[in-house]
């Protein structure tokens, strides 16, 4: 927990006193409320003060001790959302602070919103008070060992049977077999099955279906029902807290109202019925998770600079060659360099998430009163930026692992294993590439419209502007002309329409569209990297320029925005010189702002992550400790380990006794 405690020292004081702003106010402007503030540190302290949710020894456990602490974690953490009453942010706080990846992030996260956006009324009515009690737990089968990325070379099948009312859910190939599901493997009793409907002989492509998998008496697999774990996964502790299944059917029966019916039905006659909406609203529940894991993506990175920052902070190496004391290599401007643009991204992603969860919202309602006109845009924004956000924050852990130097390595750094739970982010809910391709065809697509007149609305917007910003030249004469986000806007602008336009172009020379878009790939996420970036960059600085109360808060968010953009434009250079949006001159100009922009956070870093307001529970982090006393931490942490159980190793007596006593032997030959 935070220091304060009697007897406590905080060794990370002095970087506290020079910080240049309100924390308090900078921990509203992170969480977005105050009320956001007090919830989020209510649960946090809930968590961290209950033994049950312990985790300190969680790299250290066999996989199926993790997964039986998953499970009495998740069966505890109820115990306390239904004794305690919580709402339902508060619940989900809850489950965020526990911080163990298990079946109940499925079950809310993926099974009960597929039910609720792809279900009728009356199947609402049925499944989601059970989903709700937890007298059943699901989760969403979609997967499958052949096919994961190709959603419509799915192979399992629901083949309707008149006479009895049912489907018949088959897995006719062993790569039809469902394989990743979480929450699949040990723990579901449901699942939402993904499966091609058959009926009348027609094959009309995937469905979702409401499967029973378990007994709900004995938990057994129901007949016909083959299940398991698909086995250990990259990293200790991390992702093996999950029990991502494997799923066969022979021959299953389910009645015919377990079909979600909302978008489309089969009769009793079987007769298929089509509703009119965009089919692509199959894909309602990816977007909605998509969405979801743009907002983690903030809190995953900055769980790790916070840990990068304050280590950074204490830790001392070298000195001046007068003599003195060492250096603490915060100072180091390579170090500042490399973890201050990580720094500015978490907030970065932070503000860009929060617009992304308003945009999610204001399309769903949309949806409900039957208009589809915004569902592009929101099938761009939260592929490309789930494909942006969580590619940077995996490289960035990374990266802030490398920032703590070989401690960084040790388990107890927290940042291994928050890096192996992290880094599946870029495959799962669709591969970041294939995402960004989606992002890149539609662009395409908006391109070839302009010609036509026809305005582009929402995040593309700015390419209606294609006349000028074809054409326009960078006006940034001095260092500090980078500082005007008008300037910032218009270079992000033009890079971005100016990739699109290059790239259409060379599409079109192609011998035909689909050549053109294989051949031209590559290209083609640069482009979608470029337009979603553009969208992170205008987004942060909507943030600043809105009333942000607290002294010196919005001067710091200016400078993290700042430092965002023209990082950007630093390590993307070829983009802007090449589209001839600014001059190498200009370029070395933004290079210049930017160090002039670290020295200015430097005293503010340690506040700054301080502003994330996490408690070291959370964190789980030896070296990312609020009172920055991390020696006899480190030291504590070693011999926790079970390999010191004891001074003589297991293992002395069979392999290393009598290789040294045949050294021995030889030696006195
Ligand atoms: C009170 C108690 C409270 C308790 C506590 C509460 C707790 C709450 C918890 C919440 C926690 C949430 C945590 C969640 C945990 C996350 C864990 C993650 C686990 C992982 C799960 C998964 O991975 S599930 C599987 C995901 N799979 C994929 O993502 C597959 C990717 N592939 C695709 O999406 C598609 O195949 C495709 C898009 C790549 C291609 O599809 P398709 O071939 O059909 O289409 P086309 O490319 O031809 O495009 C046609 C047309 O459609 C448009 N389009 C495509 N997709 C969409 C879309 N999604 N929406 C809208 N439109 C779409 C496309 O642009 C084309 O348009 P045209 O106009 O025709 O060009
Ligand atoms: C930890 C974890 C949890 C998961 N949980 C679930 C779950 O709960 N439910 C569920 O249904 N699924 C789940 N999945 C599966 C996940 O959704 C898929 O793994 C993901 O969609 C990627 O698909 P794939 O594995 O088929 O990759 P592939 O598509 O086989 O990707 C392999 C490579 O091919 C490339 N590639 C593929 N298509 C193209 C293309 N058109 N153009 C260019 N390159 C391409 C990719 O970029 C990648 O480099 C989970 C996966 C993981 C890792």
Redo the contacts with the bound molecule.
Sequence with gaps: MEAGGAGEVDHLAGERATAQFDVDHMKVAWAGSRHAVDVADRMARLVASDPVFRKDNRTMLPRKELFKDTLRKAAHAWKR?VELRLT?EE??LL?LYVDQPGYV??H???FVPAIKGQGTEEQQKKWLPLAYKFQIIGC?A??ELGH?????GLETTATFDPKTDEFVMHSPTLTSSKWWP?GLGKASTHAVVYARLITEGKDYGIHGFIVQLRSLEDHSPLPGVTLGDIGGKFGSGAYNSMDNGVLRFDHVRIPRDQMLMRLSQVTKEGKYVHSNVPK?LL?GT??F?RQ?IVADASKALSRATCIAVRYSAMRKQFGPQTGGPETQVLNYKTQQSRLFPLLASAYAFRFVGEWLKWLYTDVTHKLEAKDFST??EA?ACTAGLKAVTTSATADGIEECRKLCGGHGYLNSSGLPELFATYVPACT???DNV?LLL?VA??LM?TVSQLASGKQPVGTMAYMGNVQYLMQCKCGVNTAEDWLSPAAIREVFEARALRMAVNCAQNINRAPSQEEGLYELSPDLLEVAVAHIQLIIVTKFIEKVEQDIPGEGVKEQLRNLCNVYALYLVHKHLGDFLSTGCMTARQGALANQQLGKLYAQLRPNAVALVDAFNYTDHYLGSVLGRYDGNVYPALYDEAWKDPLNDSPVPDGYREHLRPLLKQQLKLSRL
């Excluded at 994961?148 to 419509?152: A, D, I, M, R």
Aim: proline share 0%.
């Design positions: 959302i339902e619940a989900n489950r992030d499925l809310w996260g993926m969403y979609q997967t994961g990325s190709n959603v419509q979480g692509q894909y990816m977007v998770v979801t569902l592009q099938h799962y809910e669709g294939v989606q065809r539609i697509k």
